[in-house]
């Protein structure tokens, strides 16, 4: 993004790790300008809101953050909103928010009818930030895109709709950024991660995830993966998985009830699901999972709800999140009968959410008394294999171990998602 001057920048970042990403980058890049980062969105000369589109709330969530820092700001600070709310919305974004200097895409192919409208007169250059070199990590751990859009439809979503088709990286360039980071950790990241180089069969090929997961594995301590679609979950990915020290399993299941999924468009049922994860934890009993579910899909029936739930007791995944459904325009559930009524559809979630909090904490108990080897993320905090950055609990430790350090622990306690080790909070 080309700097307005050599002030102080801020930038907001809102929604999931690939936009985590996106901002890391937009950063190098005002950095590579001269520019500055400033804690403070008052103190901005340049002041960045990179959106979140995905569900309704996330909606809310961006314009009260963009009218919260158009408030903020300083008299003649400028304003820019980007991100998937953005790429969606363009022009219409910019109409309703005249508050907003600039609405900007994102480097992705932008469909023909939506324009950029830089309400102010310069003209930004549209970036391809999948390849933009990035700052180092401030943190010992950092999230890497391997790919941008999706080639998928599912009858929830709309990301293919503003993210674009699937653009696979060049390995190089995957590996430069790896490095670049100077993490110990990496977390591969990108809408549908085990489809990596799907796009790209001359260069890549399908299976490109696992020779890439290994070469990732050679320049860093960890890495871990997220966005799994179950079909693509082959022998030779698990087994790379489990190789890799970070048996930790991400898997977008979204719901188990054969029906349900085939009207999301989806792949799989309850039982082959549990097949799969059965046979990993043949494979690696130590394996760990998390999984999402979306709760309220049009048509879901009382016996659907009943599935899922059987599925969660049966499965004992480590972590799960429940999302309920969101109405998005454009995408095939729109238009699909059997509105699952929003009472109904909190009931369900609550009764999800309890179940699966039981689950998580019975299986942090398995842990007390166990040594576990943990990377030290902040003063008194760090998690092992099992914990993923931002979206699990974490492992409470003693405040003179070193950031970035990967050390040996005893877990003495476990607090609902947390594990304590001994000597946590002293030092
Ligand atoms: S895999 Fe499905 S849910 Fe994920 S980004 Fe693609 S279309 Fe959306």
């Keep these: 993004m080309e700097s307005v001057g050599s002030g102080g920048f801020y930038v907001e970042t809102l929604g999931c790790p690939k936009n985590q990403v996106d901002s890391d980058k ?11 980062p400033v804690d403070d969105a008052a103190d901005a000369e340049l002041v960045v809101v990179n959106t979140c589109a995905f569900i309704e709330e996330a909606r809310r969530e961006s314009i009260d ?56 007169s310069v003209d930004l250059p549209n970036l391809d930030l999948l390849n933009l070199p990035r700052p180092a990590s ?30 696979s990286r060049d390995v190089e360039s995957i590996l430069t950024e790896v490095s670049e980071t100077g993490a110990r950790e990496i977390v591969l990241v990108a809408q549908d991660l085990a489809s990596f180089g799907t796009d790209r069969p001359s260069e890549l090929g399908a299976g490109s995830i696992v020779p890439l997961v290994r070469e990732v594995g050679q320049l860093v301590d960890r890495v871990r993966l ?25 898997l977008s299941l979204q719901h188990v009830s054969k029906p349900l999924l085939r009207a999301m468009r989806r792949w799989g049922d309850g039982q082959r699901f549990l097949d799969r994860i059965a046979s990993i934890r043949e494979r690696e009993p130590d394996a760990a999972f998390r999984s999402n579910f979306i709760v309220g899909y049009p048509g879901e029936t009382e016996d659907d709800h009943d599935q899922l739930l059987q599925f969660v007791e049966e499965a004992q995944l480590d972590w ?35 179940l699966q909090d039981d689950i998580t904490a019975e299986r942090r108990d398995l842990l007390i008394g166990a040594e576990v080897e943990v990377l030290v993320d902040a003063e008194g905090e760090g998690r092992s294999f099992r914990e993923a950055p931002e979206i699990d609990g974490v492992v409470r430790l003693p405040v003179d171990l070193a ?11 476990a607090e609902g998602p947390d594990l304590v080790a001994a000597g946590a909070g002293e030092g």
Excluded at 138 to 159: H, T
Excluded at 226 to 250: H, K, N
Excluded at 403 to 411: C, D, H, K, Q, Y
């Design 320 to 354: 799960c999140g429940f999302f309920a459904y969101s109405r998005e325009e454009g995408t095939h559930a729109a238009s699909l009968d059997g509105v699952v009524d929003p009472e109904l559809m909190s009931e369900r979630l609550a009764e999800l959410r309890a």
């Design 226 to 250: 997220l966005y799994l679609y179950p079909s693509d979950l082959d022998d030779a990915l698990i087994d790379t998985v489990c190789d890799s020290g970070v048996p930790y399993f991400d």
């Design 403 to 413: 950031v970035g350090e990967i050390v040996t622990v005893e877990i003495i306690d």
């Design 26 to 36: 937009l950063v190098g890049t005002l950095l590579a300008d001269g520019m500055f």
């Design 65 to 120: 953050t963009i009218l919260a820092l158009s408030e903020s700001r300083r008299p003649g600070a400028r304003l820019v909103v980007t991100g998937c709310m953005a790429e969606r919305y363009g022009s219409e974004l910019a109409e309703e928010l005249p508050e907003v200097d600039a609405v900007l895409g994102f480097g992705a192919p932008i469909a023909p009818q939506r324009t950029r409208i830089p309400v102010a």
């Design 138 to 167: 401030a943190a010992p751990w950092a999230y890497v895109k391997i790919a941008e859009g999706c080639n998928r439809s599912c009858g929830f979503c709309a990301i293919p709709s503003f993210r674009g088709p699937q653009r």
